[in-house]
């Protein structure tokens, strides 16, 4: 699925800010797609120290602000700081187009829109895995992964560019609003995020021993995102509390009722069948 | 983790009722640990002929019923199926032990008791896949799984003989009473599968094309259960009602009680906090 090596890279000068797994990833892509780009590193003096020695970067700054210069600046930090890099790329008068990989859009877009910073585009890599850092980061990790991109009008030139430089590192973009962004990561990441944590804690009550004895390969599945940092996801979560609220609502709305609905079936029957139809629906809206 | 080959299998004539997964994967580890035994298998038509031409059985019968004087009857079928062939077996008098290998058991113990069959013990192996039938079936799919055994007072010569049964097709045995069984699967099997139900047609509301859009593989692995099979489900589900709701009432405790919650981080801290604490321990639990 991945690109063959391009000779026009869509930016020669990229700042990365953040070089964590996501960051990491978007250095290592570029690094092994174009042989002649200046990759400048943002992040703590250990991890730049890292990404220097494994020829990563060709250099690094101490601020988001001092990649003004650049062609593209891309914010790889949790939400939180990326809000706070924002006002002060804007300060500097960069000249870059700037992105960002966060997990929440509406937020993100306006502070870039307050701060008068008219070259953002958002976006958002549908990548992860389990482990966070530059350690487990990857030249792969975005082929054939969704690219979701939020241009607002007026964007279109540099979304155009960004459109190509994420394709060029073999993901596949699709643009959606800040606002449908919103809603369809609050459904699709962030409860099954909030029901992992909730799950975990309400197994927890009782006889654990029994409990965990009794727990198989399912469990420990619809469990392991309970395992993720708070320290990421307090921002995540805090920035789009309002529609992951609605979503718990619709959530448990589908729940059963009471042990009477599940006595009877008419809950299992019902659900189950609709589940299975939006799962097959999901397979061939998402199948490559 | 496999035993050596045994010499002196703890039964010598053994009946199989449903040549499914787990059915057809006892009998395949049977053949794998003894030579010396007799399978009986008894399914649709069409299953039977598969067995046969496979060597995975010596022979077949129609019902539960012949198999009365057979050493062992492993009844591997649905919950509800193995609710109408116990007082079957104690009407035809059967000398066997009989186990079974259902995801509830409160029921299926007092079935027995009910009918008068003192020769039964309770089962269930924590193995499973996510494809069903004998085609799936495989000699080590109990290999270091636990196999939870809920005997009553008086059945100590036949959960002891059950326990090296098990223990030779390479489970990990572990005793608790039909009503503990019932309350931790509730939390760690039976919710997780109404949550993977309830999230899937949560996440269906609205703009499913947007929602697929943004699913990454946190999604796809949460949402994995709602895909089971409605048929196997009703019966689980229908036999655990009470301890279900009940584990319904805490999961809807630890969610997050409104958006307020989210933005200000008190729930995020508090909760993911817990979570990973418990997930500590039901790795410590369950670590081998």
Not at 123 to 136: I, K, Q, R, Y
Not at 148 to 161: K, M, S
Not at 261 to 279: H, I, N
Request: aromatic letters at 4%; charged letters at 20%.
């Amino acid at each position: 699925v991945a690109s063959p090596p391009q000779t026009e890279p869509p930016f020669r000068r990229i700042g990365v800010v953040g070089l964590g797994l996501i960051g990491g990833s978007v250095a290592l892509a570029c690094r092994a797609t174009w042989t002649d780009i200046h990759l400048t590193g943002v992040d703590r003096p250990e991890i730049i120290a890292a990404a220097q020695a494994d020829g990563l970067i060709n250099d690094s700054c101490a601020t988001a602000a001092e990649l003004a210069d650049h062609d593209l600046v891309v914010l790889a930090t949790p939400v939180l700081a990326i809000l706070e890099a924002l006002p002060a790329l804007a300060a500097a008068g960069t000249r870059a187009v700037v992105t960002d990989v966060g997990s929440t859009k509406r937020r993100i877009v306006a502070a870039a829109h307050e701060a008068g910073l008219r070259s953002f585009v958002g976006g958002h890599p549908m990548a992860g895995a389990e482990h966070s850092g530059l350690a487990h980061a990857r030249a792969d990790l975005f082929s054939a992964r969704r690219w979701l991109l939020t241009p607002v009008d007026g964007d279109e030139a540099n979304a155009e560019r960004l459109t190509r430089f994420v394709s060029a590192l073999g993901a596949v973009p699709y643009r959606m609003s800040a606002d449908a962004h919103d809603r369809a990561v609050a459904r699709v990441s962030h409860l099954p995020q909030v029901l992992s944590v909730a799950l975990m804690n309400a197994a927890a009550i009782g006889d654990g021993r029994a409990h965990w004895m009794a727990a198989g390969p399912a469990f420990t599945e619809m469990t392991r995102l309970a395992a993720s940092a708070a320290d990421t996801w307090a921002g995540i979560l805090a920035t789009n509390a309002d529609y992951i609220a609605d979503a718990l609502e619709e959530l448990k709305a589908n729940l059963p009722a009471d042990a009477q609905a599940l006595l009877l079936g008419d809950w299992t029957a019902s659900a189950f069948r609709r589940a299975a139809e939006a799962r097959a629906a999901l397979t061939a809206a998402t199948a490559h």
